[in-house]
């Protein structure tokens, strides 16, 4: 794909406007570190863009300080003061709306986890969003909490122009034949290889 121009062109019937501007669906998976990262960098291209922006975390608590949250809030209230970017909801495990359960027991984590994909898959029916982080998405999906056929079939199927992101290790095989863009994480060195453990600016 040299230049950014594709090595060939389907014969599909659509013009190249029209292929260029179909949703996609992206997967950033494997052991290696940055697969969030990616994800928050294309959510930062897409409120640039104008685009309705939602992420959704499934792993990480409530009390987790994740440094993209605070900035991507900060530009959601830039939003409703300027107009500048687009609308930003941040939603994670816990946290008020449709996922608070009770702590503790897997089968309560389990729940919380359809709960959300449920919510999730109405707002795609509805096209409630331009762009979608569903972030740690693998781990439900690995774990059996959340159907995997459903997931992809739902995803398949949305409607409209609405972009998708999962991230996290170990996507099912399923999704990531379904998906239009996939990046696959390889760790070489890592700082924890000696000893090494996460600090302010780099992991949060």
Same mark, same amino acid.
């Given at each position: %794909?040299?230049?950014?121009?594709?090595?060939?062109?389907?014969?599909?019937?659509l013009?190249?406007?029209?292929?260029?501007?179909?949703?996609?669906?992206?997967?950033?998976?494997g052991?290696?570190?940055?697969?969030?990262t990616?994800?928050? @960098? %294309?959510?930062?291209?897409?409120?640039?863009?104008?685009?309705?922006?939602?992420?959704?975390?499934?792993?990480?608590?409530?009390?987790?300080?994740?440094?993209?949250? #605070?900035?991507?809030?900060?530009?959601?209230?830039?939003?409703?003061?300027?107009? !500048?970017?687009?609308?930003?909801?941040?939603?994670? $495990?816990?946290?008020?709306?449709?996922?608070?359960?009770?702590?503790?027991?897997?089968?309560?984590? !389990? !729940?919380?986890?359809?709960?959300?994909?449920?919510?999730?898959?109405?707002?795609?029916? #509805?096209?409630?969003?331009?762009? +979608?982080?569903?972030?740690?998405?693998? +781990?439900?999906?690995?774990?059996?909490?959340?159907?995997?056929?459903?997931?992809?079939?739902?995803?398949?199927?949305?409607?409209?122009?609405?972009?998708?992101?999962?991230?996290?290790?170990?996507?099912?095989?399923?999704?990531?034949? !379904?998906?239009d863009?996939?990046?696959? %994480?390889?760790?070489?060195?890592h700082? $924890?290889?000696?000893?090494?453990? @996460?600090?302010?600016?780099?992991?949060?």
């Open positions: %794909m040299p230049k950014g121009v594709p090595e060939s062109v389907p014969d599909d019937g013009t190249t406007r029209q292929r260029r501007n179909q949703p996609v669906l992206a997967v950033h998976t052991p290696g570190k940055g697969k969030s990616a994800a928050f @960098g %294309m959510a930062l291209r897409a409120w640039n863009q104008g685009f309705d922006l939602a992420v959704f975390q499934f792993v990480k608590s409530a009390k987790w300080k994740v440094g993209e949250e #605070a900035v991507f809030r900060e530009l959601g209230r830039l939003h409703e003061e300027t107009g !500048a970017g687009a609308p930003v909801q941040w939603h994670k $495990m816990g946290e008020g709306w449709s996922w608070s359960r009770k702590a503790g027991t897997e089968t309560d984590h !389990a !729940a919380a986890a359809l709960a959300g994909w449920r919510e999730i898959a109405r707002r795609l029916q #509805a096209e409630e969003h331009r762009f +979608y982080v569903l972030d740690e998405f693998t +781990y439900p999906l690995k774990w059996g909490w959340v159907d995997v056929d459903e997931v992809v079939d739902t995803l398949q199927q949305r409607s409209g122009h609405q972009h998708v992101v999962v991230t996290g290790r170990d996507a099912p095989a399923a999704l990531i034949e !379904a998906a863009l996939v990046t696959e %994480m390889t760790k070489v060195r700082p $924890m290889d000696a000893g090494r453990k @996460g600090q302010r600016g780099i992991e949060w």
